[in-house]
């Protein structure tokens, strides 16, 4: 089975904790992309990666961290410079043939006590 | 810059017609997407429709596109409780896709 998938899907970290979200996908796409979500606030773009070792910073990288070294994986590290990081985060992939239309895992809720 | 906007909710009977409305402001954009997020999920792609076209019709979805007001519909025929989700419009933007804010979709009985 083709598709996305992230790990764990609930984490708890103590405060001024790292801590890293995995995202891996096998649908051979070339895009990823890393979401945000909070209650009432939509999805908010942290980064996102066209291709292996290249990234762009979204509109809330601030806190964040990615790399990019294999195209089936685009981990996410939420640092303790993030000044509210409890949040739901979703990861996506895109194609690269028409429509190009974004997949998304499960995500994971991170609750930072 | 592109910005998506949607209302934040909709009630509507079981059994009624569903009609989410959005609108964007990307005219260049190729795609425009609708996506479900059921509880505790991630976002499920409904349908989409190419900026060309001005209706596409799956099952019980029917998608109404008005490019010269920048307007989009999503209308789900014989609404059901397993229709109660979060909706959202999206428009495809060079390298990214812009996403709504979210429509939440709650069924009366």
């Known amino acids: 089975d083709g598709g996305i998938t992230q790990s764990p899907k609930y984490l708890f970290r103590k405060e001024g904790q790292n801590v890293t979200l995995s995202c891996e996908q096998n649908l051979n796409h070339d895009a990823m992309y890393w979401y945000r979500q909070d209650p009432g606030q939509g999805l908010r773009l942290i980064y996102y990666?066209?291709?292996?070792?290249?990234?762009q910073k979204g509109d809330i990288a601030e806190g964040y961290s990615v790399s990019r070294e294999k195209k089936e994986s685009f981990p996410l590290t939420v640092t303790s410079a993030q000044k509210n990081p409890t949040a739901f985060y979703l990861c996506a992939s895109k194609t690269s043939r028409r429509p190009d239309t974004q997949y998304f895992g499960p995500g994971t809720r991170l609750t930072v006590l | 810059g592109e910005d998506v906007e949607q209302s934040l909710f909709l009630s509507v009977r079981e059994g009624d017609s569903s009609v989410i409305n959005c609108t964007y402001t990307?005219?260049?954009?190729?795609?425009l997407y609708w996506y479900k997020q059921e509880p505790g999920a991630g976002l499920q792609l409904l349908t989409y429709?190419?900026?060309?076209?001005d209706m596409k019709q799956d099952q019980r979805l029917t998608v109404l596109l008005n490019k010269k007001d920048k307007h989009l519909s999503l209308r789900i025929a014989d609404t059901q409780t397993g229709d109660s989700a979060i909706y959202f419009c999206?428009?495809?933007?060079?390298?990214?896709?812009?996403f709504g804010k979210g429509t939440r979709l709650h069924i009366l009985p």
């Open positions: 990307d005219s260049s954009s190729t795609y």
């Open positions: 429709i190419f900026s060309n076209m």
């Open positions: 990666s066209q291709i292996v070792n290249d990234f």
């Open positions: 999206a428009e495809s933007a060079y390298d990214k896709i812009i």
